[in-house]
């Protein structure tokens, strides 16, 4: 009995290491950081509150920055988690080569974090680049999305959104577990597909929406990869988002512990959010187990 515990902390012992030394120290390490001046150069200096008091009262690019980041998580998130249900909706049915096209609309959420993609996708917006020569073919004049700052956020909300695939799947397994005696209930007493979907098919998978709409909005927050290699922030700092001045801070100019700062402070923010978003929950969020337990 003692040789199978041994063994089996031997299998755990990997993943332990890992969350302690790629997690948890460097969790513990930015809160340290974040009360120093440090440029990797020369000691930490310990300064306390004095980032925090900075970033709060006297940083512009951090106000500017933050609200660069509600916008385009105000934009994104919605999108993202709107499309992957509509898409997994239509997935739902049960047509000729549906698992083609299911694996077919998973793909992005594969492909669209990588660097590739990314650069690609700055292509296909650039000025002569694949969307404005399908809008110069139904007479619409070509739009500069990375040089004006009213369409530069489109372009990375828009391919945050297009990586939808890990939330459509959670929402198809949801929407297979409806009871399709439910449908045929509300066939008989004369409904639509649309009354259907609103007044059965959400509410059975708020649980789920919720799910997806926190773990989007935890993701958003750290969107990255998009705003730096389509954009670069720019134009004008449209699309500077906090992730973005966080890497810039820390590993361009070295002021890690000013760095670390901003980075507990966003961490503050989507606490926050995700407290609230908790909070809410209660009003809009159904459980069966609830329902059952108020009999």
Request: proline share 4%.
């Amino acid at each position: 009995m003692y040789e199978n515990k041994r063994i089996g902390f031997l299998f755990v012992l990997p993943f332990v290491l890992g969350v302690l030394g790629f997690k948890l120290f460097p969790f513990v390490m930015s809160l340290a950081l974040s009360l120093t001046e440090y440029d990797v150069f020369s000691p930490p200096q310990f300064v306390g509150l004095a980032n925090y008091v900075e970033i709060v009262a006297k940083d512009q690019v951090f106000r500017q920055s933050l609200g660069v980041t509600l916008l385009f998580v105000g934009l994104a998130v919605p999108l993202r988690v709107g499309f992957a249900l509509f898409i997994a909706h239509v997935l739902n049915f049960k047509l000729r080569g549906i698992n083609f096209f299911r694996s077919a609309f998973y793909l992005p959420s594969i492909l669209g974090g990588s660097i590739a993609v990314a650069v690609l996708w700055r292509f296909i917006f650039s000025q002569r680049g694949l969307v404005n020569l399908v809008l110069a073919k139904i007479g619409i004049e070509p739009i500069l999305w990375l040089a004006d700052e009213r369409w530069s956020i489109w372009t990375v909300v828009t391919l945050f959104t297009w990586q939808f695939g890990s939330s459509m799947v959670i929402f198809l397994a949801a929407l297979q577990n409806v009871p399709q005696s439910l449908y045929e209930a509300a066939e008989i007493d004369g409904a639509n597909k649309w009354q259907q979907f609103t007044r059965i098919t959400v509410p059975l998978i708020t649980p789920v929406i919720f799910f997806n709409l926190v773990m989007q909005l935890v993701q958003g927050f750290q969107e990255f990869n998009g705003p730096y290699m389509v954009t670069e922030g720019g134009p004008l700092h449209s699309t500077y988002v906090l992730s973005l001045y966080i890497y810039e801070e820390c590993f361009k100019y070295f002021n890690l512990g000013y760095g670390a700062a901003l980075s507990w402070v966003l961490f503050a923010l989507v606490a926050g959010l995700s407290a609230v978003s908790f909070w809410t929950s209660k009003y809009w969020v159904f459980y069966a187990g609830e329902k059952e337990s108020r009999r």
